[in-house]
């Protein structure tokens, strides 16, 4: 079986249609009824921890409030004040007022904590004798209301209780403090009472004693937790929920809790205790009714499923039946035998489609004869265009081979314009070094150095555009400007009388060109500079770097025959020994890295200064090498002009 086949395609086409709107529903189904179940489930779970916490409290208050009220009774004061309590009374007293608490002992203490009464007589004689008893007497009287102590532990029977503890009032003060040991156990059932949490749920009620969370009531899991089981050394994230419900919050979430058991936990804070009440159960009975609840979708889900495959097949097969004979005979078709028919004797769209089928392969049969016509005719047309087309590339190859000898020449033009070493190192006062690398076309780039005496004239252009053209007007400026700095006029006069030339022969060429020359007088020490060009960089001996702006000193030469109007006053500076100048074209700042990055002013500035100890000649090739690492594999699409000047130091 294809999977590209037509009757599978349609097959998966029918049970997309039909699944994925199920598949959808079962989803936004499943997803409904799992949030409600949970929202359910986590109410149900907060509701259980705020009943307990409300029968934990309940059983503290009645407790402070019994004691309480049988602290204010009248025969209790004259019972504490008397200098021979009776035992009797106080026991009925007991009997009236605390009938409901499990109390192991009741005290009478005076105000200074001395024992007056006490049903174990054995017992105590003074409250500092046991910390808890001290700390709920001096709570008491100290703040004059019912309290409840921290849990302790009775020395002699090993059972866990805790006071509760009421000042005795009368007119006169401080009469003293009744004072009832309360055992743990209704604590621990109320605790134990495991209603509504299914097979797993259980209260865990914790306090804070010497420093660690303490568990207080026994476990469904662990019936000895009690005073045993710290929560600190068992889970933290345990712990944090505890210390957060002391602290005051609530909330519901999940937690491992103390067996390493994954359980979804409430919690809330037990003020008469000043500890913290976790009611959880574990996720595995929590979750159980929305796992059931996926199974009865997922079941449903594969039923409706197969029931939808078996007729989409069927469906996919009865309509598909026609499609398989009709390209059975196309493929026949396309293998070149033109005589497939076929039955046409139904009645609907799939007959018409054979009717159509069959009336095609009699017009295919008359096309192929007049095509065979055609070709015949086509393949003389296309003789004739390929004898053409090699007579173009004879000529197409001729025309190349011209505009190489053009090119070559060209570039040769502009070599030989370079001034040589040998005329560089006979300036006796200045390092002069300066090169010329010339682009894939030729390039209008070009510079001079002159000396004249004492006086050297250094001259650097950038000629518009490429071509034959550009290297001839190159030469055209070296010729003139050789003959004008002879004469020993000021750089505007000569600037002024080249423009003047170079226009009048661009007329004759009947060329658009224009050129930006920077022309440079330097004589004992101080440079003039006129013209309009790339900046000038000067850096002195010690680093420091100054860019002259060229652009107000000068015009384009070639577009107007006077330009005398247009020259600024020339830049004056000198060059200490050691300073060095840097004349450039825009092959050098424009030059492009591979991603269209350009090298830029700043940087040759940058690679100048820092081996502005060096001579001219290894400055040169040290900003080249920086200006080719930076082009790499790049194409170099104009030429590169640089010229340094270096005054000498002294010997």
């Known amino acids: 079986m294809r999977w590209s086949s037509v009757r599978v395609r349609l097959t998966l086409s029918l049970l997309a249609i039909a699944l994925v709107p199920l598949l959808i529903l079962g989803f936004v189904g499943d997803r409904e009824v799992t949030q409600r179940l949970q929202m359910e489930i986590q109410s149900r779970l907060e509701e259980a921890a705020t009943s307990r916490v409300r029968e934990l409290e309940t059983h503290f208050r009645n407790l402070q409030t019994a004691v309480g009220a049988l602290a204010q009774s009248p025969t209790l004061r004259e019972l504490l004040v008397s200098p021979a309590p009776n035992r009797n009374v106080w026991q009925k007293l007991l009997s009236v007022y605390t009938e409901s608490i499990p109390y192991q002992d009741a005290l009478l203490l005076s105000p200074a904590g001395h024992v007056r009464l006490s049903l174990n007589s054995q017992r105590y004689q003074f409250a500092g004798e046991n910390p808890r008893l001290q700390q709920a007497f001096e709570q008491a009287t100290t703040l004059l209301e019912p309290i409840i102590s921290d849990f302790d532990r009775d020395r002699q029977t090993g059972e866990v209780s ?362 004992n020490g101080c440079f003039h500079l006129v013209g309009q060009h790339e900046e000038a960089v000067l850096i002195r001996q010690d680093g420091a770097v100054q860019r002259l702006d060229t652009t107000d000193l000068g015009f384009p030469l070639g577009l107007e025959p006077d330009v005398t109007d247009y020259l600024a006053m020339p830049l004056y500076h000198c060059l200490a020994p050691g300073d060095l100048l840097l004349l450039y074209t825009d092959g050098i700042p424009e030059a492009t890295d591979e991603a269209g990055k350009f090298y830029g002013v700043e940087r040759l500035c940058a690679v100048a200064q820092t081996h502005r100890h060096l001579t001219a000649e290894a400055i040169v090739q040290t900003v080249l090498a920086s200006v080719r690492s930076h082009v790499g594999l790049a194409r170099v699409h104009d030429d590169i002009t640089l010229i340094v000047l270096k005054r000498r130091l002294p010997a």
């Open 162 to 523: 805790l006071f509760v503890s009421a000042p005795v009032l009368t007119p006169q003060g401080l009469a003293g403090a009744v004072v009832l040991r309360v055992s743990n156990r209704t604590l621990a059932r109320l605790a134990s009472q495991y209603g509504g949490l299914g097979r797993t749920g259980e209260v865990l009620v914790a306090v804070n004693l010497e420093g660690k969370l303490t568990l207080v009531t026994p476990t469904r899991h662990d019936p000895d937790a009690a005073f045993r089981r710290t929560v600190d050394t068992v889970q933290t994230s345990l712990a944090q929920m505890f210390q957060g419900a002391i602290a005051g919050n609530t909330g519901v979430g999940p937690v491992r809790d103390y067996r390493g058991v994954m359980t979804l936990a409430a919690w809330r804070y037990l003020p008469s205790l000043n500890g913290a009440a976790v009611v959880k159960m574990d996720v595995d009975e929590v979750w159980a009714p929305i796992f059931q609840m996926r199974g009865v979708i997922l079941g449903l889900g594969g039923l409706t499923a197969i029931a939808v495959v078996v007729a989409a097949t069927a469906l996919a097969k009865a309509l598909t039946q026609p499609t398989i004979e009709l390209t059975a005979a196309a493929l026949a078709l396309a293998a070149g035998n033109y005589n497939p028919w076929l039955p046409t004797d139904r009645r609907d769209e799939i007959g018409d489609l054979a009717k159509a089928f069959n009336e095609m392969v009699v017009q295919i049969q008359e096309s192929m004869t007049r095509l065979e016509e055609r070709v015949a005719a086509r393949t003389r047309e296309l003789q004739g265009a390929r004898d053409e087309i090699a007579a173009l590339n004879v000529a197409l190859q001729q025309e190349n081979f011209r505009l190489s000898a053009e090119v070559a020449v060209g570039r040769r033009l502009q070599q030989l314009l370079v001034p040589k070493s040998a005329e560089l190192a006979a300036i006796a006062d200045l390092e002069v070094a300066g090169v010329v690398e010339v682009a894939d076309e030729v390039g209008g780039d070009y510079f001079d150095v002159l000396r004249h005496g004492d006086r050297v004239i250094v001259s650097i252009g950038d000629v518009t555009g490429h071509g034959f053209e550009s290297g001839a007007i190159s030469l055209m400026v070296q010729s003139a400007l050789r003959v004008l700095s002879a004469l020993d006029l000021p750089p505007n006069q000569v600037l002024a009388l080249l423009n003047y030339g170079i226009y009048e022969n661009l007329q004759r060429m009947n060329c658009d060109k224009s050129l930006t020359l920077l022309l440079l007088a330097y004589q």
